[in-house]
């Protein structure tokens, strides 16, 4: 299964014959690892390499998939789901997998990626959140709502997605019961209509919640659209219109930040 599971991923050559070599000649020891890293417990990673971390992962993703399985959960939803561990390897310059604790979400059957976006099962635990300001109680179960890389934000795309969802959560989850979708990102900023055009597809995503409230917290937004935070705002670099604009925003005193939406359920 794991062979094909690295198939699917199309990850680098060079990464999927390290990976592979390291599974075929320490079997035991990436089993092990895997079984515990299935249950999302993550310690025992913490100081071993990117590359143990994908393959703890890829063995992991044997085990989920018989939940997969015993559900009757389409294999293209696990293929989806699973190809976010390709997308933070290429983030990790092909070295393997720096962000375990990530990706223990989609090993751990919580989250999936049904169309464009990927819905996780979350109980709403976060005390840095505003409560005051949501209709969603704290400790409440809730879906959240992630926004993965590498795909376009067509928001036709996205409405589909989130109708799938539904049909999803309703088929398969049907003891999980929750009021409210729910999102936390740059992308839900009620300022980026200050600097973004009012036609680009951010901003129509944005209609598709209740944004409850912003906060101006901009190391989320920095990364996604620079790819790093510079101690000069003259230095972050101006290729795409986006990048431009945001930086043209910024020079003139305006501070990126996070949207806090919800949509009902």
């Known amino acids: 299964m794991y062979l094909e599971l690295i ?46 971390r994908l393959a703890a992962a890829i063995i992991a993703a044997e085990i989920t998939y018989k939940k997969y399985k015993d559900k009757g959960i389409d294999d293209k939803v696990f293929f989806d789901t699973m190809a976010d561990i390709r997308i ?14 990530w990706i223990k979400n989609h090993l751990g059957f919580e989250l999936f990626k049904i169309g464009r976006l990927q819905f996780q099962l979350f109980k709403c635990n976060n005390p840095t959140l505003d409560y005051k300001k949501l209709p969603i109680k704290y400790r409440s179960k809730a879906v959240y709502i992630h926004i993965p890389q590498g795909e376009k934000l067509d928001y036709n795309a996205c409405l589909e997605s989130i109708n799938s969802a539904k049909i999803f959560l309703k088929e398969y989850f049907p003891k999980y019961k929750f009021e409210y979708f729910f999102c936390e990102s740059w992308l839900l900023y009620e300022k980026n209509k200050e600097f973004m055009d009012e036609n680009s597809n951010i901003l129509k995503f944005q209609t598709l919640f209740n944004i409850a409230y912003s906060v101006k917290e901009d190391k989320q937004a920095i990364e996604r659209i620079f790819g790093k935070k510079e101690r000069d705002v003259n230095c972050y670099k101006q290729e795409t219109s986006l990048q431009k604009s945001a930086k043209k925003y910024m020079q003139n005193g305006g501070k990126l930040g996070i949207g806090i939406g919800y949509i009902k359920a």
């Open 7 to 52: 198939e699917k991923l199309n990850l680098d050559d060079n990464l999927t014959l390290q990976v592979t070599d390291l599974i075929n000649n320490n079997e035991v020891s990436i089993l092990r690892l895997s079984k515990k890293f299935a249950k999302k417990r993550t310690s025992c990673l913490k100081f071993k390499s990117d590359l143990t």
């Open 88 to 101: 933070w390897c290429k983030n990790n310059h092909n070295e393997g997998l720096k962000e375990y604790n």
